[in-house]
């Protein structure tokens, strides 16, 4: 009892001290004493209540220290987005148009036809209660690729969960919808699971092949945020890429790249130089333009600047423009290994070819010239890429005050 006290004495005190921190016009703000509801003609019971949830609400927001928990938010969120309403006029108009005995291409059609995701998902539950009435892949996935779309993946999780359930429905363009659909909610374990359905199933037409593999290499290499995660993720990518081979689905240029790209995500360069070298000997590949601007961004984050010259010098010859990211790259990794006149002969290159010069790229140039002791070139250089627009006003002051700074 004296604990319960003492508790209970303790959070009156912190409330009153956040109340002695809290500025009278802050107090004031929120809630509005002279909100008006005669104009809603509302009961006096739901005035009350709205009453009690707007007091309670600002005591909240006036009174709290901590940052508001996922699911307050995730409530406030509902609140301020209610779930939509059927619009029934319609739904009874496309049931009118549906013939007596309709088959499950012109539920798809119909479905097809209507804007209102919501609308196409009563009326494939509506269907699936007629009598002789059985849905088939075209129905199924009209209905996913529906509710997919429009992110109601609540719904479209239940038309999933009714195709598990039947045996002989389902085809590989089928799953490999659900399995994207999944991947961009969020509800990666969701994807791997219809991914591990489709390796067991008996129906052969459900088996996975290289556009499944293309959807969950792609979710994998956009999970991890730093080397650490992406290193984690490198692990199931290679596995899944092992699988895949042991299947005898034979890799394409983009599965393989995605290989390199996790492998230099994950700090693994030679992994993934290893994989470039095998693209034509082994899997028959060429490696495109992608592959050779992973290589170099890889390269150029390690020091390593003569093997992405190399590999820069190889991208050109045959073809291909790297992207911006390869050429802001090299600039950084020429300017801090103090190779000044490479740096910015490569930064005119990618000024003529219209690549974007982002501003890390010209601080580092900047600053590395000037502790080089080349001040009057940095000068010079910023005072070129001002007149060619590479820098704005307000980043040419910024780099103004520091040249000032070291003269």
Known sequence: MAATRSTFLGSIFRIANARSLISPETKLSFPNPNFNFSRFHTSSLLQARFEGYISSLGRYIL???????????????????????????????????????????????????????????????????????????????????????????????????????????????????????????????????????????????????????????????????????????????????????????????????????????SLHVNDALRIFHQMSVVYSCEPNSFTYDYLIHGLCAQGRTTNARELFGEMKGKGFVPNGKSYNSLVNAFALNGEIDNAVSCLWEMVEIGRVVDFITCRTLVDESCRKGKLNEAKRLLEMMRERKVVDRDSYEKFVSVLHKDL
């Not at 849905?135 to 999780?157: Q, V, W």
């Not at 969701?190 to 593999?213: D, G, Q, W």
Request: glycine share 2%; with cysteine; proline share 5%.
């Open 63 to 265: 009174y709290s220290t901590t940052v508001p928990t996922r699911s307050l938010r995730r409530r406030i969120s509902k609140r301020n987005n209610p779930k939509p309403v059927l619009d029934q006029s319609k739904f009874q108009e496309t049931i009118s148009k549906l013939p007596p005995r309709f088959t499950p291409e012109e539920l798809s059609d119909a479905m097809t036809l209507q804007e209102d995701p919501l609308l196409c998902f009563h009326l494939f539950n509506w269907a699936s209660q007629q009598p002789r009435f059985k849905h088939e892949n075209c129905s199924y996935h009209t209905a996913i690729r529906k509710l997919g779309a429009a992110k109601m993946y609540k719904e479209m999780d239940d038309v999933v969960n009714q195709v598990l359930s039947v045996r002989h429905v389902g085809n590989e363009n089928l799953y490999n919808s659900i399995v994207f659909y999944f991947t961009r909610a969020g509800k990666l374990i969701r994807a791997v699971n219809i991914f591990r359905h489709m390796t067991t199933s008996k129906n052969l037409e459900c088996r996975p092949t290289i556009r499944t593999y293309h959807i969950l290499f792609k979710a994998l290499l956009c999970r991890g945020n730093n080397s650490y995660t992406s290193h984690m993720y490198m692990e199931t990518i290679r596995s899944l890429f092992r699988q895949m081979v042991n299947n005898g689905i034979e890799p394409d240029v983009f599965a393989l790249n995605c290989l390199v790209k996790g492998y230099v995500l």
